[in-house]
T-cell receptor, first 117, second 114 residues
């Protein structure tokens, strides 16, 4: 049962345009979300996160939007640059009321973003 | 330099031959975790540890063991490896004890079990 889903395995975007990566989740207990970026032969690196008490978080060219009612989040990259070409994973955790009983982090399957020069 | 170091980076071995993948972090992080990455399945958590001597199962713990005797080290042990454990493995660490803290990942260990 995939609780965090990234339905687009790949995405190609022209350099300078906006890249939008999507992520859906099914577990209503998830209340914190993170995006990671992964280059080949390297481990994932943290990109940006958002708590469920917010609906938007921005960091430079990267913005994450959270729609709790739709159980959907998206990562916007604008403008897209060639160095953004990577695999992007969204991840979710459920900390509310966990009482240190639920510290698992659940990842999606990833979306490979290719920026076309 | 702050880093998570995994060894070996690559290993080809045979079914049933016990192996250990080491993981060490130099950031004094409390939380450490192991993941495996498989095509179409993304990253799945195997085990995690919130502190020394505190470990717990992730989503796919079967066939694996871990230990956390020291804060900096979190080895992954495959007592009797099988071909379905062929995968790319990542160790990660973070500050605090909760999984929502951004994690620092190692560069991965590619295991092939024949």
């Amino acid at each position: 049962d995939q609780q965090v889903k990234q339905n687009s395995p790949s995405l190609s975007v022209q350099e300078g345009r906006i890249s939008i990566l999507n992520c859906d989740y099914t577990n209503s207990m998830f209340d914190y979300f993170l995006w990671y970026k992964k280059y080949p032969a390297e481990g994932p690196t943290f990109l940006i996160s958002i708590s469920s008490i917010k609906d938007k978080n921005e960091d430079g060219r990267f913005t994450v939007f959270l729609n709790k009612s739709a159980k959907h989040l998206s990562l916007h990259i604008v403008p897209s640059q060639p160095g953004d070409s990577a695999v992007y994973f969204c991840a979710a955790s459920a900390e509310r009321g966990s009482n240190f009983g639920n510290e698992k982090l659940t990842f999606g399957t990833g979306t490979r973003l290719t920026i076309i020069p | 330099e702050a880093q998570v170091t995994q060894n070996p980076r690559y290993l080809i071995t045979v079914t049933g031959k016990k192996l250990t993948v080491t993981c060490s972090q130099n950031m004094n992080h409390e939380y450490m975790s192991w993941y495996r990455q498989d095509p179409g399945l993304g990253l799945r958590q195997i085990y995690y540890s919130m502190n020394v001597e505190v470990t717990d199962k992730g989503d796919v713990p079967e066939g694996y063991k871990v230990s956390r005797k020291e804060k900096r080290n979190f080895p992954l042990i495959l007592e009797s490896p099988s071909p379905n454990q062929t995968s790319l493995y990542f160790c990660a660490s973070s500050t605090g004890v909760l999984s929502n803290q951004p994690q620092h990942f190692g560069d991965g260990t590619r295991l092939s079990i024949l």
